[in-house]
């Protein structure tokens, strides 16, 4: 990682770190940008390069994962199959890093207290999905339904895991989301496997 990416990383991190801190304490609806961006360390100008809302400012990694996978390598001729493992791959290898680097946990316990976070994560989804399904079109990898089908796909592994994730932290199970998107992934196949008539 160069210097560019390093101060990319560390000023996302902050700004993270900045929202969790202060929605936790006094709730998403009493957080301004501006409240975030001061305890951060950055003006209201910067917090809006590098996120679009407070609530994006919380779960960052929406914006990172339709990056890795809109910018993913396919080769040419791929099969619908083959497109889908190597984006579920490249979704699972963010997903363990997002777990390394963020605060997941608290992550999961503000969702679940904080509706608007929810209905924020369906928004990135929709965009997540969308992208994906326009840059498979737009590179002349696949036609428009299973191009969609793909990237709806890939948005319910990851909620899936997380929501999985979510479930068992409020049950105090120990989980690991990335083996739940594995889990998910599992169960897909087995979903989708040959029909027996």
């Not at 770190?17 to 501006?34: H, I, K, M, P, Y």
């Not at 699972?92 to 946990?105: D, F, M, N, Q, T």
């Not at 709806?152 to 997380?162: F, G, I, K, Y």
């Amino acid at each position: 990682m160069g210097i560019r990416e390093e101060r990319k990383a560390a000023t996302l991190k902050a700004i993270q770190a900045a929202a969790l801190d202060l929605v936790e304490s006094q709730g998403l609806d009493s957080v301004t940008v501006g409240q975030i961006a001061a305890r951060a360390g950055i003006s209201e100008r910067t917090f809006f390069r590098y996120c679009d809302s407070r609530e994006a400012a919380i779960v960052p990694a929406q914006h990172e994962l339709i990056e890795a996978v809109t910018g993913c390598e396919i080769a040419p001729g791929s099969t619908s199959a083959q497109i889908f493992r190597v984006l579920a791959a490249e979704c699972r290898k963010l997903l363990a890093a997002e777990i390394r680097a963020s605060e997941y946990r608290r992550i999961s316990r503000l969702i679940v207290i904080e509706p608007k976070l929810l209905l924020s994560i369906t928004r990135q989804e929709e965009a997540f999905s969308a992208a994906t399904a326009q840059e498979l079109q737009r590179r002349g990898l696949l036609p428009a339904m299973p191009a969609l089908i793909i990237g709806e796909t890939l948005a319910a592994l990851w909620r899936v895991a997380w929501q999985c994730f979510g479930q068992a932290e409020r049950a105090g199970e120990p989980a690991d989301p990335v083996e739940l998107f594995d889990a998910a992934m599992m169960n897909l196949a087995q979903l989708a496997g040959p029909a027996s008539e």
